[in-house]
């Protein structure tokens, strides 16, 4: 079964910082074009994305002011965080977005399991993403965000020309391929911003700096040392543990099971505050954003994994009533995924616990299903479990509103017509839910 997007593993980093004026440093900005969207991945599976996370802290920021925000991202298709905030913050606010790869582009990580060799040619002493482990490094050592961005670049193993792209250094699979991309962008003096310090340069007093850090879907240990080495940078740039809302995990003491080495499990510290999912992401914006007075300087930060796909047009959505059954036709006027297949999209209103089936048949292409709900989330995909190369889902629906059917097939290049039922039950209704 294949996901909607692509399956590569990445690591993400996600800060917040603030500035006045606008202004690019390092690698030119690769914007994202308007019809993809790129996401964080938590650890239920859950996604938060780029114009949804954009909106909720200019919401914020806008009721609030604070006077400083940093935003550094580090996962896969990072970049494309970049020019939503941007276009969302307010224009009197100071901010400097860093991401670790073009919107396009992967992140990359050093594994456990790569040559010492490649950690030492890389100067670590342990696995960690690349982008994350450079990045805190020059922002340890005090210098201007300004700066920052235009260092960070050639300090990063896996840019171009670094050492993680050197088959003599990183040989096999430990050589990165293709490189990342750091980006930046800043707004008003974001330029001139230090962690834990005013643009002025004066030191922020530790009640007036507040933080998120978020740990997504990380299934490396990388991940965990990138959250132990921000943690810790934080506290060392006069942050307080009162004043970090650390989100990880199913929350402190939980176990995750690591793919390196397979088998492995980590356990969440217990400086963890809460599980990271979609409801405690925005509720911790909330309480470190909208407290009063406003903080100085704000930090959110996440590790983990994201990707991009295409920007579904939900408005557009084709009503789909219950026991219905459409009969059309996906052809080259339709619109594609990113990985060429054509798609329709279909919408239905739903209640919290009624039992749905969804069938999608073919007699000329492989069918595939997606079943999101109104906050773009993934309820549910399939192949051929309707049998052949047709795709059924049938469910319990989780909760009450819209949701929405894509229609889609396997592989680019395939085309022709289809059969889409839609069937509802009454809450509570029984039936094995096929996968």
Aim: hydrophobic content about 40%; charged content about 20%.
């Amino acid at each position: 079964m294949r996901r909607l997007s692509k399956s590569r593993r990445c690591s993400l980093v996600v800060l917040v910082a603030i500035g006045l004026g606008c202004g690019l440093a390092g690698a030119e900005l690769a914007v994202q074009p308007e019809d993809r969207t790129s996401y964080l991945i938590l650890p239920d599976g859950g996604r938060v994305y780029d114009d949804e996370l954009a909106a909720r802290v200019a919401e914020l920021v806008t009721a609030t002011t604070p006077d400083g925000l940093i935003f550094v991202f580090t996962q896969c298709s990072s970049g494309g965080m970049l020019d939503e905030l941007a276009t969302a913050l307010p224009g009197e606010v100071n901010a400097a977005l860093f991401s670790a790869s073009r919107y396009d582009e992967p992140a990359w990580m050093a594994a456990s399991w790569d040559p010492p060799g490649c950690l030492r040619g890389c100067g670590l002493s342990r696995p960690e993403s690349y982008f994350a482990w450079a990045l805190a490094r020059l922002m340890g050592q005090g210098y201007p965000l300004g700066e920052v961005a235009e260092a960070v670049e050639e300090l990063d193993p896996a840019a171009p020309g670094g050492p993680a792209t050197d088959p003599a250094i990183c040989p096999g699979e430990s050589r990165v391929d293709p490189p990342e991309h750091p980006q930046s962008l800043f707004l008003g003096q974001g330029k001139l911003l230090r962690l834990g310090v005013t643009p002025a340069g004066a030191p922020i007093s530790p009640s007036a700096l507040a933080a998120v850090l978020v740990v997504g879907e990380a299934d490396t240990i990388a991940m965990w040392n990138d959250l132990d080495r921000y943690y810790t940078l934080l506290l060392s740039c006069g942050f307080t543990p009162e004043g970090i809302m650390v989100l990880a995990g199913e929350g402190p003491g939980s176990q995750v099971e690591l793919s390196d080495p397979e088998g492995k499990v980590f356990v969440v510290p217990d400086y963890v505050d809460a599980p990271a999912t979609r409801t405690e992401v925005f509720s911790a914006l909330e309480l470190a954003l909208g407290r009063t007075p406003p903080p100085e300087q704000f930090v959110f930060w996440c590790t983990g994994h994201g990707d991009e796909e295409r920007r579904l047009r939900w408005a557009e959505a084709i009503p789909l009533a219950a026991g219905a059954e459409v009969r059309g036709r996906l052809d080259s006027t339709d619109d594609t995924l990113l990985d060429g297949s054509l798609y329709e999209l279909f919408s239905f209103p739903g209640e919290a616990g009624a039992r749905i089936s969804v069938t999608l048949s073919s007699r000329e292409f492989d069918a595939f299903l997606w079943l999101y709900d109104g906050e773009r989330q993934v309820v549910a995909s399939d192949d051929d479990s309707g049998g052949g190369t047709d795709a059924y889902i049938s469910l319990t629906l989780p909760a009450s509103g819209m949701y929405y059917v894509v229609v889609n097939t396997y592989s680019e290049g395939e085309r022709g017509e289809y059969l889409l039922s839609l069937q509802v039950g009454p809450q509570g209704a029984g039936g094995k839910v096929k996968p």
